[in-house]
């Protein structure tokens, strides 16, 4: 037992020890957090981490919608953004949402003010602190186009504000530094007719759901584009559509997600995952990258 979960910083929040992850991610898989932390706002968590010694590792997470908890779970403080850092406003044409809000209330907020360039978040699961960490996108759009700044609080508890310039967008990453939480993210949208800006969503939803398996328990694309292909074409080439590993599968719908068929363990799917990477880099001398974030530790210790 790690003696510094006796010494925890008083908090407004909820802090809770051995959290189970497995039921907050989307693959259903992952042991324990050694601890979990919901702040009551963004106050709380900054305390919090000028308080916490500074060898306690911290991982923020979202919804667990890119993520591949491992089995033996997660040594440190899992934080998770809900209540007033979940919170979605909207003055004139800029949108300020909380780290903790769904993409989905983003669009769906947006779509209510009459404000148009962020309709494809209806399309992605996850929430604003996941997005603006991996570039989320999809359907023509992402995140970093119309995000203004964001306010992120480091390690050592100090909350500051990054402009769009600062975090080095790319395609799926960002140049967030590693120790930064997103508290909250602006975007600059443009006013737009309500009723276009829902057919937009619309057709976005219906595309995906013919496109992708979003029923099931899955981590969304597994492995990102190569430069000038498509992931999902190199894994289907290489004839891993629909190729299982113990209780995992590679999605028949759409290649590039693998499937928990309901009972996997986090390794079977990493080890599914790299034996897909091993057969199109046979096949096709691509190296696949992963996209799904892997986190903590095979076995507990
Ligand atoms: C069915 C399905 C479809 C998907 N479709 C798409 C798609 O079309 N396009 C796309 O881009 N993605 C897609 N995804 C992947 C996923 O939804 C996105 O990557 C999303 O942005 C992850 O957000 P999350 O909040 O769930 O983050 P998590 O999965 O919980 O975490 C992902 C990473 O973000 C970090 N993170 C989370 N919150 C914060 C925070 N507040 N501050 C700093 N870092 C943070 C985590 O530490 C981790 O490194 C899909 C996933 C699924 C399951």
Redesign the pocket.
Known sequence: MADWRDRLPAVRGDLRRDVPLSGL???KVGGPADVMFNPADAQDLADFLAALPPEVPV?????????LVRDGGIRGVV???VGP?AKVTVEGTTLVAG??A??QTVARTAQRAGLAGIE?MI?????????????????GG??AERLRFVE?VGRDGRIRRLDKAELGFGY?RSA?PAD????RAAFGLEPGDPAAILARMDAIRAE?EAA???R?A????TFKNPEGDRAWRLVDQAGCRGLAHGRAMVSDKHCN?LINQGGASAREIEELGEIVRSRVQERSGVALAW???R?GEEVRP
Do not use: H, Y
């Open positions: 991610t989307w693959l991982l923020p997470v979202g919804v667990g919608s890119n993520l934080v998770r953004l850092l780290a903790g769904l993409d494809f399309g992605i699961p996850g929430t604003v602190g996941g997005a603006v960490r991996m570039n989320a996108g999809a359907f992402e995140t992120v799926r967030l930064a939480i997103v508290l995906r992708q398996p979003i099931v899955t981590g969304g694309s997600f996209e799904i974030v986190v």
